[in-house]
């Protein structure tokens, strides 16, 4: 069956880098994207970007350009999200989430990553 | 890419219908058949529940349907059940991206 198998949780210091990783299993990982979502505590849901796991191009949404980057290991089907620099406002639940049987809509989801930023 | 706009909460009897609005603009519900709806139960995981503005998933069940008009999209529950309070949000394609209402707190009287 699919499956979308993240990290788990990591607590880091401001200033600190992180990399979230998920893992897909059941498809093959390159014949569809795969979007980021970021949750922060007690709000809502938040489209970060995705990378084309065809051709490895990553494409971010506004306000998360330059610390974020997707990447992706398509040799053990694992999508990678890397923050650098990072703020106690990057304290959040990040998502990973494929369409794999709908076409425009995230029907599958990782079970998402608790990025917590504290000194 | 501004935030598809939800009410921040509903509430509903058992076994009545609801109805959670979504509106965005011309550059994306308005333009695009691809809308979503999400149900997150407290710190689980979203579940898509309708696809395209009205398909839903294999196993959702038929009480829930969508509609769009114009800039706003609809999610109506019938049938009210106690496990239907959740948090809901809409989501639209918007060209190279994707938007995401700020949700809907959901609850069942």
């Known amino acids: 069956q699919v499956q979308l198998m993240q990290s788990g949780s990591e607590l880091k210091k401001p200033g600190a880098s992180v990399r979230v990783s998920c893992k897909a299993s059941g498809y093959t990982i390159t014949n569809h994207g795969l979007n980021w979502v970021r949750q922060a505590p007690g709000q809502g849901l938040e489209w970060m970007g995705w990378?084309?796991?065809?051709?490895?191009?990553?494409d971010y949404a506004p306000g998360f350009t330059g610390r974020f980057v997707f990447s992706l290991d398509t040799s053990v089907s694992t999508a990678y999200l890397q923050i650098s620099s990072l703020k106690a406002e990057d304290t959040a639940v990040y998502y990973c989430?494929?369409?794999?049987?709908?076409?425009?809509?995230?029907?599958?989801w990782g079970q998402g990553t608790l990025v917590t930023v504290s000194s | 890419q501004s935030a598809l706009t939800q009410p921040a909460s509903l509430s509903g009897s058992l076994g009545q219908w609801i109805t959670i609005s979504c509106t965005g603009t011309?550059?994306?519900?308005?333009?695009?058949?691809?809308v979503s709806w999400y149900q997150q139960d407290p710190g689980k995981v979203p579940k898509l529940m309708i696809y395209?503005?009205?398909n839903r998933p294999s196993g959702v069940s038929n009480r829930f349907s969508g509609s769009k008009s114009g800039n706003t999209a609809s999610l109506t529950i019938s049938g009210l059940q106690a496990e239907d309070e959740a948090h809901y949000y809409c989501s639209s394609f918007a060209g190279r991206s994707w938007v995401f209402g700020g949700g809907t707190k959901l609850t069942v009287l």
């Open positions: 990378i084309d796991t065809n051709s490895g191009n990553p």
């Open positions: 989430a494929a369409t794999v049987t709908t076409d425009w809509g995230f029907d599958y």
């Open positions: 011309s550059s994306d519900i308005g333009s695009y058949k691809y």
């Open positions: 395209e503005v009205s």
